[in-house]
C-alpha cells in the first residue's frame, strides 16, 4: 500500500472517532465544573456562618455584679436564637420569677453583641451551667446549627483600673463633674488671682531696675 493510502485510512479513522473524542471531553468538562461549583458553595458557605455564644461575664462598670452576653463572632447573622441554661442562676430581686433575658433572639448581626443584667456576682461566681444555643442560617432553613458547652466564671476574677479607656474617660468626667457641682451651684466659692497689664507693667519696672541696678555694679 502507497503512503496515501494510509493516510486515507489514519484520516477516516479520525473522522469516524473525532465526535467521540470531543464528547467524551464535553462530559469530563461538565464534569469537573460541577465538581469546582460544589467545592466553590461548600467552601462560601464555610467562610460565611454565624457562631453564636452565651456567657456571664463581670459588669463592666461594676466587678461584684455580673451581666448575661449573647454574641456573634460568626461571618454570618444569626436567626432564631435559642438559648438553654441549666441549673438557671439567679436574679437579681427586681427580676425573680421572670424567665432569663435574652433567651430567644430573632436576629443577630455579624459582630453583634446583646448584654442584659442578670445578678449580684456572689450569687453566680463559683458555679458551672450547661449553655445550649440554636440557631439558624436563614429564616427559612429547616436545618438548625448548635453548640453545647459547660460555662464556669471563677471567683478569683479581679481587675486594676478601669475595664476600658473609654470607661476611664467615663470615669474622670463623673468626677469632673462631681467637683464641680458644689461651685456652680454657688455652696463653694473659687479663689482666682487675676494677673492684669497693671500687674505686668510692674513686673516689667522691677526687671527693669534690676537689670539697672547689676549694670551700675558692674561699671
Known amino acids: 500500500m502507497a503512503l496515501s493510502d494510509y493516510l486515507q485510512i489514519a484520516a477516516s479513522f479520525i473522522a469516524h472517532f473525532a465526535p467521540i473524542v470531543t464528547a467524551g471531553a464535553t462530559i469530563a468538562l461538565v464534569i469537573v465544573t460541577v ?14 456562618q ?5 456567657t456571664i461575664e463581670p459588669n463592666i462598670w461594676s466587678m461584684v455584679h455580673c451581666d448575661f452576653v449573647v ?6 447573622p444569626a436567626y ?29 448581626r455579624t459582630g453583634q453583641k446583646m448584654t442584659s443584667f442578670l445578678a449580684d456576682a456572689k450569687d453566680i461566681l463559683g ?8 440557631w439558624k442560617r ?19 476574677v479581679s481587675r486594676l483600673g478601669a475595664w476600658s479607656p473609654e470607661i476611664q474617660v467615663a470615669e474622670q468626667v463623673k468626677k469632673l463633674r462631681e467637683d464641680w457641682r458644689p461651685v456652680a451651684s454657688g455652696f463653694r466659692k473659687l479663689s482666682v488671682n487675676a494677673f492684669g497689664k497693671a500687674d505686668r507693667d ?4 522691677e526687671l527693669e531696675e534690676r537689670y539697672n541696678s547689676e549694670k ?4
Open 35 to 48: 465538581v469546582l461549583a460544589r467545592a466553590t458553595k461548600r467552601m462560601a458557605r464555610a467562610s460565611s
Open 80 to 108: 432564631n436564637v435559642k438559648i438553654r441554661i441549666s441549673p438557671e442562676p439567679s436574679q437579681n430581686d427586681h427580676r425573680k420569677g421572670k424567665s432569663l433575658p435574652l433567651q430567644s433572639i430573632s436576629v443577630l
Open 138 to 156: 436563614d429564616p427559612s432553613d429547616e436545618s438548625i446549627e448548635s453548640i453545647a458547652y459547660d460555662h464556669y466564671l471563677p471567683e478569683e
Open 71 to 76: 454574641e456573634n463572632s460568626g461571618s454570618a
Open 127 to 134: 458555679q458551672e451551667f450547661r449553655i445550649e444555643v440554636s
Open 216 to 219: 551700675a555694679g558692674e561699671e
Open 202 to 205: 510692674e513686673e516689667r519696672k
Open 50 to 54: 454565624p457562631l453564636v455564644t452565651a
